[in-house]
């Protein structure tokens, strides 16, 4: 295994040759480095020492306030023109004939009113809702189904130093530490969601079991259910299902024009995550382009 993880970390180094190509001294990323048992245990306590004969420290850029990522990305469209509504909840699609999408009609939570908004193309990117957005446009019509995976963080006391330290758990998925304000952040789960978004919540039974997973995985004291101080979580929508454990499910995306299914004028998008974003983006944009 200690060989495997060298042979990534050197093929991780050499996809990523220009990390350290920046104006910026400050912005350079280092290669990795490997460590010793000793030395990982003075750096780090809490890494499980049996077993274990050494680590590799990889660096990369980090964002743990995604959520104000998003907001750039809103705030730059609005930048160049987009108008943006947030409380704006789409009630039905309006129809130009029998079946082409002109648009939608949106309910505004905030002022207690409906809204409708035309446009030549209708862009379905309601991440976990997708299919329950596009079952609105298809009037009840059965259609396929999104496959959701749940994934919880908790926040901690403070149990890691300077680094985040990342395990594989005895179910084979990545857990991760991560130094946050004098604080922890543990995470990720990915676990099957059955159930309506709306009526997600994060559920004690789903942190115990990250607890669980946890005290398993370091060498620590035992974290109780009282040490968490915050908790939050989020849906993943996946559209492949094939694989039996969400885990192994890809975070691949899909872009879909429904005029395949008689709705032309609207297009689909599933799936994606954060690091494929902008690419996603840009493929939509090329799938739409070709439409007007």
């Known amino acids: 295994m200690k060989w495997i993880i060298k042979a990534g970390m050197i093929i991780y180094d050499i996809l990523s040759y220009d990390k350290g190509f920046t104006w910026d001294p400050g912005k350079r990323i280092p290669l990795h480095r490997s460590l010793s048992r000793k030395k990982v245990l003075e750096l780090e306590p809490i890494v499980k020492g049996e077993?274990?004969?050494?680590?590799?420290?990889?660096?990369?850029?980090?964002?743990?306030f995604p959520e104000r990522m998003t907001l750039a990305f809103i705030k730059s469209?609005?930048?160049?023109?987009?108008?943006?509504a947030n409380y704006?909840?789409?009630?039905?699609?309006?129809?130009?004939?029998?079946?082409?999408?002109?648009?939608?009609?949106?309910?505004?939570?905030?002022?207690?009113?409906?809204?409708?908004i035309y446009g030549d193309i209708t862009i379905n990117c309601g991440g976990p809702w997708a299919d329950i957005i596009l079952a609105l446009a298809k009037k009840g019509t059965d259609g396929e189904q999104l496959?959701?995976?749940?994934?919880?963080?908790?926040?901690?006391?403070?149990?890691v130093n300077e680094h985040i330290v990342g395990t594989v758990t005895a179910r084979g998925r990545h857990i991760f530490i991560i130094p946050w304000r004098g604080r922890s952040i543990i995470g990720t789960t990915d676990k099957e969601?059955?159930?309506?978004?709306?009526?997600?919540?994060?559920t004690e039974q789903s942190i115990r079991e990250l607890l669980d997973e946890v005290n398993d995985s370091f060498g620590m004291n035992p974290l109780a259910f009282d040490d968490v101080l915050y908790t939050w979580?989020?849906?993943?929508?996946?559209?492949?299902?094939?694989?039996?454990?969400v885990y192994e499910s890809s975070r691949k995306y899909e872009i879909h024009d429904n005029s395949?299914?008689?709705?032309?004028?609207?297009?689909?998008?599933?799936?994606?995550?954060?690091?494929?974003?902008?690419?996603?983006?840009?493929?939509?944009?090329?799938?739409?382009?070709?439409?007007?």
């Open 233 to 245: 979580g989020g849906l993943r929508p996946l559209v492949e299902d094939q694989t039996e454990d």
């Open 147 to 159: 496959r959701r995976s749940e994934g919880i963080h908790i926040i901690t006391k403070k149990l």
């Open 77 to 84: 469209s609005v930048k160049y023109g987009a108008k943006v």
């Open 193 to 202: 969601y059955i159930g309506t978004p709306d009526e997600y919540r994060v």
């Open 51 to 64: 077993g274990l004969s050494g680590a590799s420290v990889y660096y990369d850029c980090m964002s743990i």
């Open 88 to 116: 704006a909840k789409v009630e039905s699609f309006l129809f130009s004939g029998a079946d082409r999408i002109a648009g939608v009609r949106v309910s505004d939570e905030l002022r207690r009113k409906t809204v409708d």
């Open 260 to 292: 395949s299914d008689g709705l032309e004028g609207l297009i689909t998008i599933e799936g994606g995550k954060y690091t494929t974003s902008r690419n996603l983006a840009e493929h939509a944009m090329k799938a739409i382009s070709k439409k007007l």
